[in-house]
């Protein structure tokens, strides 16, 4: 079954620290590029990072950069995201995505949820 | 940073159509995107390249482009369409960039 699968997420302080994962299945992972998207309750989606099929293109929202990290290990079907000084407004659900293919298709995992509060 | 606009709600009674609008100065020159999120799920995408209808999605729902406008239509609306309704296409670095969103309520 084609698939990502995100975890990592949870109740965190403010200024602190997490690191998401996003494991791919069915598909050839390191073929395509990959984003983050998050969603604050109630709001609408937003895109957080690109990562590139070898990790040679990076790209973040302004929203995040110099605190998000985005990496990939393709031996290992996995994708992650470091987020350090996490601020209030971090709170959402995460979600990884496949970049689309030729057909237009692309994948969505069901996501994990970052609460950033003290 | 680029812009996507939508009308923030949409309603209609079943069975009319329903026309969300997706606005943005890059849309002649790259594909746009309709994604379907009702509570609790993921988005899923329901109209792919400006007007091509993924397999499972009905045919009720169908997409249009014309300028700096693309339009989703759902001809014929059920009560299982109500959800919110996001457009998403790319800025000139290829990054991905979304509307923020219609709610489409069904009366």
């Known amino acids: 079954e084609v698939q990502l699968v995100e975890s990592g997420g949870g109740l965190v302080k403010p200024g602190g620290s997490l690191r998401l994962s996003c494991a791919a299945s069915?598909?050839?992972?390191?073929?395509?590029?990959i984003n983050w998207v998050r969603q604050a309750p109630g709001k609408g989606l937003e895109w957080v990072s690109f990562?590139?099929?070898?990790?040679?293109?990076?790209f973040y929202a302004d929203s995040v950069k110099g605190r998000f990290t985005v990496s990939r290990d393709n031996a290992k079907n996995s994708l992650y995201l470091q987020m350090n000084s996490l601020r209030a407004e971090d709170t959402a659900l995460y979600y990884c995505?496949?970049?689309?293919?030729?057909?237009?298709?692309?994948?969505w995992g069901q996501g994990t949820m970052v609460t950033v509060s003290s | 940073s680029y812009e996507l606009t939508q009308p923030p709600s949409v309603s209609v009674s079943p069975g009319q159509t329903a026309r969300i609008t997706c606005s943005g100065d890059?849309?002649?020159?790259?594909?746009a995107y309709w994604y379907q999120q009702k509570p609790g799920q993921a988005p899923v995408v329901v109209i792919s390249k400006d007007s091509e209808r993924p397999s499972g999605i009905p045919e009720r729902f169908s997409g249009s482009s014309s300028g700096t406008t693309v339009a989703l239509t759902i001809s014929g609306v059920q009560a299982e369409d109500e959800a919110d309704y996001f457009c998403?296409?790319?800025?000139?670095?290829?990054?991905?960039?979304f509307g923020g969103g219609t709610k489409l309520t069904v009366l």
């Open positions: 995505a496949r970049e689309y293919d030729s057909g237009g298709y692309t994948i």
């Open positions: 069915g598909y050839a992972f390191s073929s395509y590029g």
């Open positions: 990562i590139s099929t070898s990790s040679r293109y990076i």
């Open positions: 890059a849309l002649p020159k790259q594909y």
């Open positions: 998403q296409s790319t800025d000139s670095s290829g990054v991905w960039v």
